[in-house]
């Protein structure tokens, strides 16, 4: 019978729970002017020694969120620290941040179906 979830699948969700905790908790006082960040996924590397995080900003501002994303690039091996702390592991992966913008496309791309969709209704209404 195979498992139903590999080694890297229960680290990464354990990674996902500690990476926001500490994102809510002990970063934001490290860094005041951070703005919402949500981690949307974690994927681990098989030999464990590298996480990649997802993170998507919830703020309309790209200047922001370009900033608060350097500040969690800078911030990575002080989160890894902390991590060391939290999860029983013999080494703790290096943690990657990379922006997850599938939710920004998504926002984006139903907004344009709705207006095609008010279009077409105008031009039928027209006609």
Do not use: C, W
């Amino acid at each position: 019978m195979a498992r139903e979830f590999s080694r890297t699948d229960r680290v990464s969700q354990q990674i996902h729970k500690e990476i926001a905790s500490i994102l809510q908790q002990e970063f934001k006082h490290r860094t005041p002017d951070l703005g919402m960040i949500t981690v949307s996924e974690v994927e681990v590397s098989k030999d464990l020694g590298h996480a990649k995080v997802y993170v998507t900003f919830y703020s309309d501002d790209e200047d922001k969120n370009k900033t608060d994303f350097i500040a969690l690039k800078e911030g990575a091996s002080f989160m890894r620290g902390l991590l060391a702390r939290r999860v029983r592991m013999r080494n703790t992966p290096a943690i990657h941040f990379v922006r997850d913008t599938s939710i920004t496309e998504g926002v984006r791309i139903s907004t344009l179906v709705d207006s095609v969709i008010k279009n077409d209704e105008l031009k039928k209404d027209n006609e």
